[in-house]
């Protein structure tokens, strides 16, 4: 160990006798110095001029894409480690030094362990200076999350020690100092890019995934250890210096070039197997440092995944003809399951399935693109287009007997099956991020352990359709499957419920939304029934519906106005009702957010007498009290409403929509009554009104998880970060700028300049 102590004692004073390190250590101090200053002096900026902080202060400096200081650090370290390391052995061999050490009682390993030392100790010197930031973010700002940038810099440090290991190898290859930097950088290059080479081998696929760097640092910044990125470090690094060794031992003992590649083949393939079996999802261990744990899976999830015991397999089916298949190639399997990286973590018994076929495309431009071509001959073509292996895809009689994915027309689709043989589906999505977010998998992974909601739309009197597809109804919210909100990829299901016949037990929400007829006697009966016995209930009345609807909610004490409410507005029509959710309403549910708008175009205001039976609550009121209810004018367009005392119109707050509790049988019965059934049309969440705000999915999805008992939509929300408060103004921050960017540097340049003249004189 002494003589290892030794050796890099010696590299550390050549190193620091040259200007290049003292050069590189100054320019990387202002280069990290300008990049923090400018963010955190942005941040102070906002503040004085009350234009608020960001909530996350800490990612925000640190991670943040734009502008974050550990990703500025390593576009760096890519380009400064090769200058330090091309000289430590190829100095050597250049000079002819080495046969003196080779003379010398030293042993090979020492040579090389000492000079990595070596750079281990400047990698340290490196890590100093970005923790006098550290230091500053944690005095001014509130509640600094210091445990995730502090994983972080370990994160960066051990990046350190593998470039410096990559390099300590290619200088040992050549004479040549800079043929040693270039190498160092090709190598490093290749490191990065190897995860995409002979990614349609599974298992060759498995290595060069493993083997590469890139992105292998990104977790520890972000406050995520996991065991198989810090083995990762650790093997790889070691990988090359024993390459180094051996490269050593070659040119000292005169080795055939036959035992020295058997060495090294010898040494890569355990590295090699190390990795892969470290990185299967059952040998990997997790650590969240973060305060929010959001690097994690919600409490919510958690728990879904802690109730499915055994086997869970996950069958992803890919249509060549459909427009998604692009995001999923065959070679893009290992990129797929990061995506469900941290459901392994806690479930790692996973497994996965990919089965790619052609049949009917979901895609209409296939008939244009591809005129007159058969589906087989369309696959042949878009195959060979992406070079893939057209016997790969299974026909359209074969994917049939396997499973019927009509109903899903042949998107890319994942089926989720448990050991017990349930069964649940997981879609993708035609949005920007395309694949299912936690709370998608988790409302999946709910459905295997649990009777999730269950909907039943009353039909046969004139309702808004959840199927239909027009203005008026309801599918966008409730049964649009490539649209990620719609409620039956959140974990409800849907059924059409006919009141000639009693309503099953297995409905859990019954909807009742604009009733164009009246229902008969034996339907009112069997729809009191339900509510007697403390079905759940969702209410939309509409206007002029209001003789259709009295009688549903006359039993809970409440009328639907006659007329309709408007609102005197220079930007919209009259009848275009603006409400917001009370304060109230969180009260009985948090995911009621307080004062969010909602548009309700046509709307009746509310009218409640306190039942001793039902408790009730307001959920959105009108936005002011120039509301009126309009009894007289029914022409919005041609004409104008006029607030007439004499006819009971009076402006004023009103109740638009009412939440009603009662205990029943054992549990809370839970009814919602909104005096619009637009604000939930396929019209109205489509549409965007210029200076109108609206956010009437936050009412849609409120509504129906207090419904069901918060069974769905999954919550999957995360504590509030607190790390929002700085402290230091505008004055400080002056300082600070010029104390990082100026005398920090200064002080650098002046200690080389004195070791400089201290050498000379020596």
Request: proline share 5%; net charge neutral.
């Amino acid at each position: 160990m002494k003589t290892i102590y030794d050796i890099a004692r010696a590299e550390l004073k050549i190193m620091f006798y040259s200007p290049i390190a003292w050069l590189i250590i100054i320019i990387f101090t202002v280069q990290v110095a300008l990049r923090f200053t400018s963010t955190f002096g942005g941040l102070v900026w906002n503040e004085s001029m009350n234009l608020g902080l960001p909530a996350g202060l800490t990612e925000h400096l640190f991670v943040s894409p734009f502008g974050g200081l550990y990703l500025t650090v390593l576009n760096y370290l890519y380009l400064y480690i090769p200058l330090l390391t091309m000289g430590l052995v190829s100095r050597e061999l250049g000079s002819g030094t080495i046969k003196m050490l080779y003379s010398s009682p030293v042993t090979n390993t020492q040579i090389i362990l000492g000079k990595f030392f070596a750079m281990m100790i400047f990698g340290i010197i490196l890590v100093i200076i970005i923790s006098l930031f550290i230091a500053f973010a944690t005095i001014n700002v509130k509640d600094f999350d210091l445990a995730p940038t502090l994983t972080g810099l370990l994160g960066i440090y051990l990046l350190i020690c593998l470039y410096s290991a990559v390099g300590i190898f290619m200088s040992s290859l050549t004479s040549y100092q800079v043929v040693a930097a270039i190498s160092t950088l090709f190598v490093l290059g290749t490191l990065n890019f190897v995860k995409g080479l002979w990614q349609h081998i599974d298992f060759i696929r498995d290595i060069t995934w493993w083997l590469s760097m890139s992105g292998r640092v990104n977790e520890l910044i972000k406050g995520l250890i996991c065991s198989e990125d810090i083995i990762y470090f650790l093997i790889v690094t070691a990988l090359f210096l024993v390459f180094a060794i051996i490269r050593l031992q070659a040119k000292r003992q005169k080795a055939s070039w036959c035992i020295t590649w058997s060495k090294y083949a010898g040494t890569f393939v355990l590295v090699a197997l190390i990795g892969y079996a470290t990185s299967r999802p059952k040998t990997m261990f997790f650590y969240d440092t973060t305060a929010t744990k959001h690097n994690s899976l919600t409490q919510s999830s958690q728990e879904i995944i802690s109730q499915l015991e055994g086997k869970l397999k996950v069958t992803t089916y890919i249509n060549i003809l459909d427009p998604n298949f692009g995001f999923l190639f065959p070679r893009d399997k290992n990129t797929d399951l990061q995506r469900f990286r941290h459901y392994t973590r806690f479930k790692p018994e996973m497994e996965f399935e990919y089965v790619y076929y052609y049949d009917q495309s979901p895609d209409p431009s296939i008939e244009s693109r591809y005129p007159g071509m058969t589906d087989h001959q369309c696959m042949i073509d878009i195959a060979k287009t992406y070079r893939e292996d057209t016997n790969r895809f299974l026909p359209p009689q074969k994917i049939r007997a396997l499973i019927d994915l009509s109903g899903e027309h042949n998107r890319l689709t994942r089926i989720i099956e448990w050991e017990n043989g349930n069964k649940a589906i997981l879609r993708t999505f035609n949005d920007v991020m395309k694949f299912p977010s936690e709370s998608e998998i988790s409302a999946s992974l709910k459905h295997l352990i649990t009777k999730m909601p269950l909907v039943g739309f009353v039909t046969g009197h004139g309702e808004r359709n959840y199927l239909g597809e027009n203005a008026r109804d309801y599918s966008l919210f409730t049964d649009n499957r490539p649209f990620r909100n719609a409620l039956v990829n959140q974990g409800f299901d849907f059924t059409e419920v006919d009141l000639r016949e009693k309503v099953s037990s297995k409905v859990d929400i019954l909807v009742l939304a604009d009733l164009r007829h009246p229902l008969s006697p034996e339907e009112f009966a069997h729809y009191k029934e339900y509510t007697e016995r403390g079905g759940n209930v969702l209410i939309a009345g509409e206007v002029n519906r209001q003789k259709t609807m009295n009688p549903l909610v006359k039993m809970f004490g409440i009328t639907f106005m006659p007329g309709q409410l408007v609102r005197p507005s220079q930007l919209s029509s009259p009848d275009l009702i603006l409400s917001k959710i009370t304060q109230d309403a969180p009260k009985i549910a948090p995911s009621f957010i307080h004062g969010i708008p909602v548009t309700m175009p046509g709307c009746l205001g509310l009218t409640y007498t306190p039942d001793l039976d039902y408790q009730m609550i307001p959920i959105t009121v009108t936005d002011n009290n120039e509301v009126w209810n309009e009894t007289e004018t029914t022409d919005f367009i041609e004409d104008k409403p006029e607030l007439n005392p004499e006819k009971g119109e009076h402006q004023q707050v009103y109740p638009t929509t009412l939440a009603l509790t009662k205990p029943v049988g054992g549990k809370e019965q839970r009814i919602i009554i909104l005096g619009d059934a637009d604000c939930f049309s396929n019209d109205e969440l489509g549409r965007a009104r210029k200076n109108i705000d609206a956010y009437n999915f936050s009412l849609i999805y409120a509504s129906f998880n207090w419904l069901s008992y918060n069974k769905a939509p999954i919550d999957t929300s995360r504590p509030s970060k607190t790390d929002n408060k700085i402290y230091i103004q505008e004055q400080g921050m002056k300082i600070a700028r010029i104390g990082f960017v100026w005398c920090l540097p200064s002080i650098l340049l002046l200690t080389a300049l004195i070791i400089g003249i201290r050498r000379r004189k020596r």
